[in-house]
C-alpha cells in the first residue's frame, strides 16, 4: 500500500528590495515507507535587508526549509536522515541540520539520530539550507529520507526543488536529464535521467523523422549507439505522457 507524504516548507530569502527564490516542494512515493511521516502546509516566502553599521550588505540568496516528521508506528525509532543532491548549479551550496547537528556540504547522513515516540511529531529539529552566492539563477534540487537507524528500508522521502523567481506547489517528481556527452559524438551517446517515471527518447533527423526510439525505465545511467547514422544534426526528444518535455540537439560526426 502507497503511503501519501504533503511536505510542509518555510522558506527565508535574503535579497535587497527584491524576493528572486523559488522553492517547489514535492510529494514523494515510497511503497516500503511504513514508520515515519513527513506533514505540511504550502510554502512561505520573506523578505529581509541585512547591514552591518551603515553599510548595506550585497544582496545574496539564502533559502531555508523546514520539515515536520511524525513517527506514525506503534514504537520508538530513533530516526536518522540522509541527503542526496539529484541537480545542483555550479557553485551554490546546500546542507541540513537534524538530530541537534548541522552538517557541511559534503556529509549525506547524519550521524545523529533523534529520539521519536509513538505518534510523536517533530517541527523543529530539520532544517535545509541552500546558499546560491548572489546567484538568482541558481538552483538545485534535494532529496532527503528519514528512517530509523534499525531499518534503512523503512524510509519516507521528499524532493525540495530551489529556483526563482516565484513560489509554487507541485504533486509531480522531478524530472532531470542531462545533457548528452560526448557530444559531438562518433559512436555512442550517453545521458543521465533522474525521475521515478517511465519515459522515452526519441532521436529525430533535422526533418522530423524518427530514427531511433529508446526506453527508459526509471532513474539510469543511458548509453545509445549512434554509429549506424549518417554525419549530421540529430535532436533527442524525452517524452512523458506523450508530452514532450525535454530537446536536446545531438552532433553525429
Known amino acids: 500500500m502507497l503511503d501519501k507524504f504533503s511536505i510542509f516548507a518555510k522558506m527565508k530569502v535574503m ?88 552538517y557541511g556540504v559534503g556529509t549525506m547522513l547524519s550521524t545523529e539520530f533523534l529520539t521519536l515516540a509513538s505518534n510523536q511529531s517533530d517541527d523543529v529539529s530539520f532544517g535545509g539550507y541552500f546558499d546560491a552566492y548572489c546567484d538568482d ?8 529520507c528519514f528512517f530509523p537507524n534499525s531499518d534503512t528500508l523503512d524510509r519516507s522521502c521528499i524532493f525540495i526543488t530551489y529556483h526563482g523567481p516565484a513560489t509554487s506547489v507541485s504533486d509531480l517528481s522531478p524530472v532531470i536529464m542531462s545533457d548528452f556527452y560526448p557530444n559531438p559524438t562518433s559512436q555512442i551517446i550517453r545521458f543521465d535521467y533522474y ?26 545511467q543511458n548509453k545509445i549507439d549512434m554509429s549506424d547514422l549518417p554525419n549530421g544534426i540529430y535532436f533527442g526528444n524525452l517524452i512523458i505522457d506523450n508530452e514532450i518535455v525535454k530537446m536536446n540537439k545531438i552532433v553525429k560526426k
Open 195 to 220: 525521475s521515478n517515471k517511465p519515459s522515452n527518447l526519441i532521436i529525430v533527423d533535422v526533418l522530423g523523422n524518427q530514427v531511433k526510439l529508446h526506453n527508459i525505465e526509471t532513474s539510469s
Open 15 to 102: 535579497k535587497k528590495n527584491y524576493v528572486f527564490f523559488l522553492i517547489v516542494v514535492l510529494f514523494c512515493y515510497k511503497t516500503n515507507a511504513q514508520s515515519i511521516n513527513i506533514v505540511g502546509s504550502n510554502s512561505i516566502m520573506y523578505n529581509s535587508t541585512s547591514s552591518i553599521g551603515n553599510d548595506t550588505l550585497d544582496p545574496c540568496l539564502q533559502t531555508n526549509s523546514y520539515l515536520t516528521i511524525k513517527n506514525i508506528s506503534n514504537k520508538e525509532h530513533n530516526i536518522l536522515c540522509r541527503k542526496r543532491i539529484i541537480s545542483e548549479t555550479t557553485g551554490a551550496d546546500n546542507y541540513f541540520c537534524w538530530g541537534g547537528n548541522c
Open 137 to 144: 539563477q541558481a538552483q538545485a534540487i534535494v532529496e532527503y
